[in-house]
Nanobody, 126 residues
């Protein structure tokens, strides 16, 4: 069983930065990709960014391109999301997720991820 624990959320003003962290335990090796997804009340969880284990493939949602950067540290079983120039529409609960199986196509589809954490709240407001 894989456990994912997110941290780093908070309340910030527009234009600020936050760095989210996610640490995996359990059978953390062998994953295919990890990603960050966010959810606001009443809406489906949406992809923010995904990265495969080899860091060959990286995906960003159009809304965060140029502002967010995803990275992994396999030695520390951790994935990070550096968020710069935050906007009010970035508000939501951010989930770290991992997938172990991949059969082709878009690798950043939330429904195809196998494990996720409890989430960390990000509020961007003036």
């Amino acid at each position: 069983q894989v456990q994912l624990v997110e941290s780093g959320g908070g309340l910030v003003q527009p234009g600020s930065s936050l760095r989210l962290s996610c640490t995996a335990s359990g059978y953390a090796l062998g994953y295919y990709a990890v990603g960050w997804f966010r959810q606001v009340p009443g809406k489906q969880r949406e992809e923010v960014s995904c990265i495969d284990r080899s860091t060959t493939s990286i995906h960003y949602a159009d809304s965060v391109k140029g502002r967010f950067t995803i990275s992994i540290d396999n030695d520390k079983n951790s994935v990070y999301l550096q968020m710069n120039n935050l906007k009010p529409e970035d508000t939501g609960v951010y989930y770290c997720e991992a997938r172990y199986f991949y059969a082709g196509g878009n690798f950043c589809v939330q429904s195809e991820f196998d494990y996720w954490g409890q989430g960390t709240q990000v509020n961007v407001s003036s």
